[in-house]
């Protein structure tokens, strides 16, 4: 019962009238952070490193960086599903149902339940840090390369159901985004790949330009073609709540994704963005109504929306636990504690009690926080989508611009940007669904790499991947998975035929 | 009433518009210094670069601000400091990285890191480690030696990036003590000794900052520092050469720099701040809390030991056969 | 649709064409213990070929369904058939102008620095795309500089470009 203890102190540190303030601050910044294209947390959180040196308590630097993270998880979902621009590199799954939602009318819907499934998730997981922190630290540590290889073979298989109506084009911008991932310095042999002598082409493209050009801007160039298509956008505002039916069917896909997320957010490496992606797949298969994904199905917002929050909670066990930072945000949050004198492990628990659950309690805060900020402003944002294309289309180009820029400080980027949105624009016109080239562009590096890590690691044998429990246990999932989905695919194949 | 709109409009747009044109002029320096990391925040050089930019206006008049331009290993951030403006205000920090030292000796670069770039001072020297983790059975590099030699199996090493200064160093080693080390590259330090914490590779190769949090809460186990004496982070680590292998590397370098043609006085003024900067009390306690020694020299030491560096590199990886395949 | 499926079905296959080519040439494949920096390209390379060729086979067997202007049959939600859009060209005109005023952008962003050509972008997107009036271009363009600039400098920091072509 320490951990109740434990907890009990936390609270009396997180609710001093500094660290609250500054976990406001954060969740406000956070949420404007996940709403700008662009921008993300990691960067964000590096800009206010030199403020760790003038805050004197360790505890309060974390909490503001630590809201930050999470807040931005709640900001990504608004522009994805309001624009169909992913703020975040979380919430490009949400652009796929969320956006059609919005094109109905329903946007404060799905915004609406984006927040509260987000707010569900981000305390569960907050709730599963404080009780199971480190064993699920352990098993995190525990997947090595060929565990990495292995899980991200059936992320990839998910993109395969996201195929929508054709899987031979499915297949094809699975290949694609593949490729594109593989544009660059290839980790394991240092060679250059696909850069054609272009210098900005040696660090290989970013997967927010190219989630963003291939959604958001692909979508503004389809809705330019003609001023009809883009009053369609703005002039359905509709509702601004969820119905009681919207509540119903969304609650299992929240349970769902915040399990799916809190478990793969752990792994390092493994993260917001592919337990979006799994458990919009999850989704789609559990569903009664799996038609309608693609065109609005609101399990396909509350699910992954759940899921990333879920795994921004999760991410934050490694490193309390062990000292490992699992993502970009978390490795800066490890590097304030160090330059505060603290050295993250499995010690800080028993060293820095007020460290460890300070945060955790504040995280409890901040979510709460965040419901309460973000469900007001549905209303506000809601609004937003009243202003006349002529405006809105022309800002929003220059925001993701402006925002594709300074990731990397090139203006490259916004060619890219641009190329990307030519080509999602084409992508539309051939009827094409986006998906699979997202979740194949993220899970890409990670097969490879992965499968290369493990031959080396083996000396060229492939049974180490069937030797090691973790992974064996998956690799026969993505066997079981591919073969009924075969099946499936070979059934529908007969039954149009007869 | 459009009127009054477009005249409130046209009001505030020349209000915001003179301050963002202005130009600048007078000594140097007159605006803020931007300082180039080419490497991911939150990194070992990031770090470094913010503990530097915060104690920058101790004693300078302008701020440094700090942006991180990662890619190409470090290539693409370094080039465009290469192409800046050589007048003071484009800095390149962290020179003397795995791709300023060691690159060149392997591949084709776009720029020559010796001539392209001015040394201005050194900072610090990150080495490199070479650890275990705690269950592991070695307990020296001995240990290591008379396994692979028993057993014949090669020695599964994590590596922070391929070619870079750990990958060499650890390549090195397993040459000179006649033993098959296999090197895993992964995309950065932390991602390699994530693997190694797992338990996943036999040994590792890490900088103080990444490995010592580890060696602390322990993880890991210390076996041996790639250096020519031994490094004041880990004062009980000894070298690979007090265990009897001839092999030691500078590890990576992390200093500053300004590109080609940046006049005298300037590159003076900085080298005169950075001085002043790692002689502060203040700047070693953070430092040291990073886990990174504070070893400056000046400019024109500097410009010798980067020769030296490269060259000494050249040597090592002609005399062991290192290529890029 | 189905002639430019079937032009882009070709155009893929010569894609994965390519990719297998410079893969195997210049990446190396290594060894099947040994992948190589090419290995993952030329298998990538090999099934964009083959998938190509099997996207070419079912876009030849579809008749293009010529969407109905009057009734809107055959689109699907929120599709305007191909007959209503003002061409320039040859391409719908909007996109055009509004593509080549956001390539202007591009180039000239790190040139004229972020403010400038922030204010030409709008101004000229305000006037050739959307072919506003002269005072509502200017007012729309004044706010919207401005605005940007005080979020993204002021209030967020980035480090924008002030121009490398002004003194």
Same mark, same amino acid.
Request: hydrophobic share 50%; glycine share 12%.
């Given at each position: ?46 800009? !206010? ?15 503001? +960086? ?58 569960? &997981? ?70 054609? &002598? ?66 793969? &957010? ?96 504040? +995280?409890?805060?901040?979510?709460? +926080? ?27 180009? !220059? ?19 641009? &190329? ?68 499936? +695919? ?9 | ?29 007159? %605006? ?5 990391? =080419? ?64 690159? =060149? ?179 070693? %306690? ?40 | ?167």
């Amino acid at each position: 019962m320490e951990v109740f203890y434990g907890l009990i102190d936390g609270f009396t540190i997180a609710l001093t009238p500094i660290n609250l303030l500054f976990c406001f601050l954060g969740a406000v910044l956070g949420t404007a952070v996940g709403v700008l294209p662009g921008l993300g947390p990691a960067a964000t959180i590096a800009l !206010l490193l030199p403020l760790t040196y003038t805050i004197a308590s360790p505890v309060t630097a974390i909490i503001l +960086m630590a809201g930050i993270f999470y807040g931005s998880m709640y900001g990504g979902s608004t522009t994805s599903i309001l624009l169909n621009l992913p703020g975040e590199a979380a919430s490009v799954v949400t652009c796929i149902d969320g956006y059609q939602m919005a094109r109905k009318g329903r946007a404060g819907v799905a915004l609406g339940i984006a927040a509260i499934g987000s707010f569900i998730a981000g305390t569960v &997981g907050v709730i599963g840090l404080t009780l199971f922190a480190p064993p699920i630290a352990e098993f995190a540590l525990s997947f090595g390369p060929p565990e990495k290889f292995a899980l991200a073979l059936v992320g990839l298989l998910m993109a395969v159901t996201l195929s929508g109506a054709s899987i031979i084009k499915g297949l094809i911008l699975t290949v694609i985004g593949l490729l594109l991932a593989s544009v660059g310095i290839d980790p394991i042999s240092g060679k250059t790949r696909f850069s054609f &002598g272009v210098i900005e082409l040696q660090s290989g493209f970013d997967f927010v330009t190219l989630a963003m050009g291939v959604f958001g801007l692909g979508e503004i160039f389809y809705n330019l073609e003609s001023a009809a298509k883009a009053e369609i956008v703005t002039t359905r505002v509709g509702q601004i709540w969820p119905r009681k039916m919207d509540w119903v069917r969304s609650q299992w896909a929240i349970l769902r994704g915040t399990m799916i997320g809190f478990f793969i &957010g752990i792994i390092p490496g493994g993260g917001a963005v592919i337990s979006s992606l799994v458990s919009y797949a999850v989704e789609k298969k559990v569903s009664r109504h799996p038609e309608e994904f693609g065109k609005g199905a609101i399990e396909g917002v509350a699910g992954p929306e759940s899921a990333n929050n879920a795994a921004s909670s999760s991410s934050f066990i490694p490193l309390l636990t062990l000292g490992i930072p699992g993502n970009a945000s978390i490795a800066m949050i490890f590097a304030a504690l160090l330059i505060k004198g603290v050295t993250p492990g499995p010690f800080l628990i028993t060293e820095h009690p007020d460290i460890f659950w300070g945060v955790i309690a504040s +995280m409890y805060l901040g979510n709460v +926080m965040l419901l309460v900020l973000n469900l007001p402003l549905v209303g506000v944002w809601v609004q937003l989508l009243r202003v006349p294309y002529g405006i809105l289309a022309p800002v929003v180009l !220059l925001f993701t611009a402006i925002g594709s820029y300074s990731i990397q400080n090139q203006a490259f980027d916004i060619y890219a940007l641009i &190329g990307f949105g030519i080509f999602g624009y084409m992508l539309r016109k051939l009827r094409f669904e986006p998906g699979p080239l997202v979740l194949a562009f993220v899970l890409g590096p990670m097969i490879e790499a992965s499968m290369r890590q493990s031959l080396l690691m083996s000396g060229g044998s492939f049974s180490i991947f069937l030797t090691r429990p973790i992974s064996m246990a998956l690799i026969g999932l993505f066997a079981v998975l591919a073969i009924g989905q075969a099946v499936v +695919m070979l059934r529908k194949r007969h039954k149009t035929t007869s | 009433m459009k009127r009054v709109v477009a005249a409130i409009a046209v009001a505030l747009f020349a209000f915001v518009a003179f301050p963002a044109a202005s130009m600048a002029a007078d000594a140097y320096p007159s %605006k803020p210094v931007t300082a180039v990391v =080419p490497m991911a925040a939150g990194g070992s050089s990031d770090l470094m670069a913010r503990a530097i930019e915060k104690f920058w206006t101790k004693y300078s008049p302008q701020p440094l601000v700090v942006i991180n331009k990662p890619g190409g290993g470090g290539v693409v951030g370094t080039e465009g400091v290469v192409r800046s403006r050589p007048d003071g205000y484009t800095l390149y920090i962290g020179y003397g990285s795995g791709h300023d030292v060691v690159m =060149p000796s392997l591949q084709k670069m776009p720029y020559d890191p010796l001539k392209d770039l001015i040394p201005v001072a050194r900072v610090s020297i990150h080495s490199v480690v070479i650890v275990t983790g705690a269950k592991s059975p070695f307990n020296s590099i001995k240990d290591i030696i008379e396994w692979s030699k028993k057993e014949g199996k090669p020695v599964t090493t994590a590596v922070s990036v391929k070619a870079g200064a750990v990958d060499i160093a650890l390549t090195a080693f397993g040459k000179a003590a006649g033993i098959n080390i296999v090197t895993v590259p992964f995309s950065g330090g932390a991602e390699a000794t994530t693997a190694l914490a797992g338990g996943h590779l036999m040994i590792g190769g890490g900088h103080p900052s990444e490995v010592i949090p580890h060696i602390k809460s322990g993880r890991f186990k210390p076996l041996a520092v790639v250096l020519p004496q031994r490094d004041p982070t880990l004062p009980n680590v000894p070298t690979l050469k007090e265990q009897g292998i001839d092999v030691a590397t500078w590890g990576s370098i992390k200093g500053v720099a300004a590109p080609a043609g940046t006049p005298k006085e300037v590159v003076k003024y900085i080298e005169g701040t950075i001085k002043k900067i790692c002689s502060d009390a203040e700047f070693q %306690k953070t430092m040291a809390s990073l886990y990174q020694p504070v070893m400056y020299q000046g400019s024109e030491e500097f410009a010798k030991f980067m020769k030296q560096a490269t060259a000494d590199y050249a040597k090592l990886i002609k005399q062991l056969n290192i290529k890029l395949d | 649709m189905a002639k430019a499926e079937r032009i882009s079905a070709v155009l893929l296959v010569a894609g994965g064409v390519f990719v297998a080519a410079y893969s195997f040439h210049y990446l190396k494949l290594g060894m099947l213990i040994s992948p190589g920096a090419g290995f993952l390209p030329f298998l990538c390379g090999i099934s964009i070929i083959i998938l190509g060729v099997l996207w070419l086979l079912t876009a030849w067997h579809v008749k293009p369904q010529a969407a109905n202007a009057e009734t809107g049959e055959g689109c699907e939600t929120g599709e305007i058939p191909d007959e209503d859009v003002p061409r320039l060209w040859g391409l719908p005109r909007k996109m055009l102008l509004g593509l080549m005023v956001l390539i202007a952008y591009g180039w000239l962003f790190e040139r004229i620095g972020y403010f400038l050509s922030t204010c030409l972008f709008m101004f000229g997107w305000q006037r050739f795309v959307e072919k506003e009036s002269l005072l509502k271009t200017v007012i729309i363009t004044a706010l919207s500089a401005t605005i940007l600039y005080t979020l993204f400098q002021y209030l967020l920091g980035f480090q924008l470009p002030s121009g490398t072509w002004l003194p």
